[in-house]
């Protein structure tokens, strides 16, 4: 069985400083738990000092981006090369890098790759615009998005990534993610369903049942055990709320109760 996966990504947010003290808060309150995997994503300048005080049992790290080239003159950039042993994961595909900073279906397919290459897991973020949605073009959107972005990778290598689904118009703007509108499960179980169904198509059945897929979008410690209970959701990506040491590990706490349920379950079977 596959471990619950909870990502948070703190995106441009906390210096070194802040994200050591929430490293501390978040270690004193969340605890092992065989069935669940918690994942902090910090900006690049924490990544090395929180990789030397985390409790590596306790939370594994992933980057936020990285360059698709592994080296060469890309002043500014960091690569996936350079990441390796520091990072178990990177997301790739936010939302926030293909519209903010106009990153194309390749590039996100090239970024894929890089991190593949470089034995580092790609969270790979998909997901429809509010008008993509209205316009009945969700299923087109992602679609295109997961086949692109797969398509340099064989069989075994597309088993082993993460796909994150990340409606845009269910993002927060960090603050705002306990009020934010959030998908029902239905909506999210059919998006799963669909993505699932363009792995089975390229890659097999047991490629597209064994890829994880998690959902992202103003989870809140109060939203995320319903979260989870989607169908064919694997995990929860989280953006505002996991700057919140309560409400994280509020969210983590929603998955140990629904692992401890599906437990009782498969006892009393
Ligand atoms: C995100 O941007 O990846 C995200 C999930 O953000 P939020 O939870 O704040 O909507």
């Avoid at 590039?107 to 615009?129: F, H, Q, S, W, Y």
């Avoid at 998908?183 to 999210?188: N, V, Y």
Wanted: aromatic share 8%; charged share 20%; net charge negative.
């Amino acid at each position: 069985m596959n471990k619950t996966l909870i990502v948070g990504n703190w995106k441009m947010h906390l210096n070194v400083h802040e994200a050591s003290i929430l490293v501390h808060r978040l270690s004193e309150r969340i605890r092992i738990h065989r069935d669940i995997e918690v994942v902090l994503a910090p900006g690049f300048v924490s990544l090395q000092p929180i990789y030397m005080q985390l409790d590596h049992r306790k939370f594994h790290l992933a980057a936020q981006n990285a360059y698709f080239q592994d080296e060469g003159p890309f002043t500014g950039e960091v690569s996936f090369n350079m990441l390796r042993g520091l990072v178990d994961y990177v997301i790739v595909g936010h939302s926030d890098r293909r519209y903010k900073f106009g990153e194309s279906l390749e590039m996100v397919r090239d970024k894929v790759a890089g991190a593949v290459r470089n034995n580092i897991t790609p969270i790979l973020c998909v997901g429809e615009t509010k008008q993509e949605r209205t316009d009945g073009e969700t299923m087109q959107v992602l679609h295109d998005q997961v086949t692109t972005a797969l398509s340099e990778l064989t069989q075994d290598e597309v088993e082993d990534i993460v796909i994150a689904y990340e409606p845009i118009w269910a993002l927060s703007n960090g603050t705002d993610f306990a009020h934010h509108e959030i998908p029902t499960p239905d909506i999210i179980s059919k998006a799963v369903n669909v993505i699932r169904n363009n792995i089975r198509h390229l890659y097999g059945k047991e490629v597209a049942e064994n890829v994880r897929i998690l959902y992202g979008g103003s989870t809140s410690s109060s939203t995320a055990h319903g979260l989870l209970s989607a169908n064919g959701v694997n995990g929860l990506l989280v953006g505002g709320a996991s700057l919140n040491y309560i409400e994280f590990s509020g969210i983590t706490e929603a998955a140990y109760r629904l692992a401890h349920q599906a437990e009782d379950n498969g006892s009393n079977e």
